[in-house]
């Protein structure tokens, strides 16, 4: 059964503070830290332990939030009057987390979401260094062969020429075996073998051919087209959960959801000590759409005071852009302690 676990760490936090972060995140697949700043200056310090006697020391991680290929890191994570929303996914197992956090100017929210069944997408390219040993299944996508692949017949054997300078080796390898066979009906020398019954049923000839055209539908049948069907398992889509907590207003430049890629926000959560009662306090969610200001949604409006709120729960189920971005805003007039989390599913 699938397992998710969220921690709201900081809530505009400004002042220096090392967070140990909660034991259930060592049953966690993959866990990712996000982080908001405002005018924030200071570095932050991603810590794990294998094991409880042993000491906390920075972790790898990789950002989640960007589009190109990101290399693992230890670094110490640097910010210099930053104002924004960066993510980043833990590396490996450990058996605990801690985020040691220095600030010198500004503010820092901090929310944590793990899951056991998410998956980490590829942060570097897979392509293999010649000699690579592969152990399992491999495919071909190319069907261009390599001219400099074949098989040299010359009337007594076969050499296998080296595949190191082909465009492909798999591919040219292919091929070869391919020219070889076909070469059986044009020249002499091996050929001579074979019964010259061309095609002849039962004929070893017939079945050379056939072995030929198999080889051939192989090199160019071995890319699936759009819409294939695929038969196998696919899993739900993991949701993350984005939490704020606090006693003071929520803001739209600090208050929001921003995965940085397509996705689907499924549901908000609001959780209050109590229900507010001092004149209007309107919550208001909204949608500040990528393409721009014109095309801004609100999601809901409502009266906090007017509707005795103390839990409020919405499924907007509600598909957005990479470039989309859902704010909340609400004037906390009787400082209630509040629970906001946004849960999306990326698309």
């Known amino acids: 059964m699938s397992y998710t ?51 906390y020391s920075n972790v790898p991680y990789i950002r989640q939030d960007q589009a190109t290929i990101q290399t693992p890191s230890v670094a110490q994570i640097d910010h210099t009057l930053d104002d924004g929303l960066v993510q980043y996914v833990v590396l490996g197992y450990w058996r605990r987390l801690q985020l040691v956090m220095t600030r010198t100017a500004g503010s820092i929210t901090c929310g944590v979401a793990g ?120 899993l739900p889509p993991a949701t993350v959960e984005t939490p704020f907590t606090g006693t003071g207003n929520l803001v739209v430049g600090t208050s929001k959801l921003s995965p940085g890629a397509a996705f689907k926000l499924t549901e908000i959560e609001l959780h209050l000590s109590s229900a507010p009662t001092t004149s209007t306090q309107n919550l208001v969610i909204t949608l500040d759409d990528g393409v721009g200001s014109a095309y801004d949604l609100v999601i809901l409006t409502i009266d906090l005071v007017a509707n005795a709120i103390v839990d409020l729960i919405i499924s907007p189920n509600k598909t957005c852009k990479a470039t989309d971005v859902i704010t909340a805003a609400w004037t906390n007039t009787d400082g209630r302690t509040y629970g906001l989390k946004f849960k999306h599913q990326l698309v």
């Open 5 to 55: 676990y969220n921690e709201a760490v900081w809530n505009l936090k400004a002042a220096t503070e090392t967070k140990e972060l909660a034991t259930e995140f060592e049953r966690c697949a993959v866990t990712v830290i996000e982080i908001t700043t405002a005018a924030f200056s200071g570095t932050i310090d991603i810590q794990g332990k294998a094991h409880e006697i042993s000491e």
């Open 115 to 234: 899951s056991s069944s998410a998956k980490v997408f590829p942060y570097l390219s897979t392509k293999l260094i010649a000699g690579t040993a592969i152990v399992g299944k491999v495919s071909i996508d190319q069907t261009t062969p390599g001219t400099t692949n074949k098989i040299a017949v010359d009337g007594t054997k076969e050499t296998a020429v080296s595949q190191e300078t082909g465009a492909v080796g798999a591919i040219g390898w292919l091929s070869s075996i391919k020219g070889f066979l076909s070469s059986i009906f044009t020249s002499t020398g091996p050929t001579n073998a074979v019964s010259p019954s061309v095609g002849g049923v039962g004929a070893m000839n017939g079945k050379l051919r056939l072995m030929t055209t198999q080889l051939n539908s192989l090199l160019t049948g071995i890319i699936l087209a759009a819409g294939t069907a695929i038969i196998g398992r696919v």
